[in-house]
């Protein structure tokens, strides 16, 4: 069984360090992983990461629900119980999220996800690579770059890809503590720092 830590009342301080909340959901994935790796539920947490990540992305209301202190305990725990059956999380899954929504915990669902997918891919033998891209990536384009990691890395890598038009070109790769920023929109900008020293 998977216990809560902290006060079970009042309302969300979502103004807890980033620190706090990943402390948080470090201590729910170990929870969490160590109970499906027990059980060989690996894939079907992989399916489970897959659908709340995605639920997340697209549904502004699961994203209010999550992060927002106006709804009561017994009001989350409600809606989130009926969205993970809905959407056929595993009991494993559906208890959790039932638990963390009665400790007031649900806004650290995201950083729950990412501790995840991380446990999963280190168990894997494989290593998760962010990609922000200006444009959807092409299926030719994810493979040259999982392959061009991959010789790098020295392990299998996955691509998380996202896309953020701001960037107007170019790629942020970000593997664990390291980044590679190639964006045209960095690079303007760093070309206004420099002239901003040589004005």
Do not use: C, H, W
Not at 87 to 105: D, E, V
Not at 118 to 142: F, M, N
């Amino acid at each position: 069984m998977i216990r809560g830590r902290g006060p079970t009342t009042g309302r969300v301080d979502v103004s807890e360090p980033a620190s706090i909340s990943a402390g948080i959901a470090e201590r729910y994935a170990t929870a969490v992983f160590d109970l499906v790796k027990a059980g060989d539920g690996i894939p079907q947490l992989e399916e489970d990461l897959g659908v709340l990540d995605s639920a997340l992305e697209q549904s502004n209301d699961l994203s209010a629900l999550v992060s927002s202190p106006i709804y009561s305990r017994d009001q989350q725990q409600a809606a989130i119980t009926r969205v993970a059956e809905q959407a056929g999380l595993s009991k494993t899954m559906t208890n959790t999220l039932g638990l963390m929504a009665s400790n007031r915990r649900l806004f650290v669902l995201p950083q729950l996800i990412k501790a995840l997918r991380d446990r999963v891919a280190d168990y894997k033998g494989e290593v998760i690579a962010e990609v922000t891209s200006a444009t959807p990536l092409t299926e030719a384009q994810t493979t040259s770059l999982s392959d061009t990691l991959r010789a790098k890395i020295g392990k299998t890598v996955t691509l998380k890809t996202t896309v953020d038009a701001n960037l107007i070109g170019g790629l942020i790769v970000k593997v664990g503590s390291r980044m590679i920023d190639t964006s045209i929109s960095s690079k303007l900008a760093n070309l206004q720092n420099s002239m901003k020293e040589v004005g």
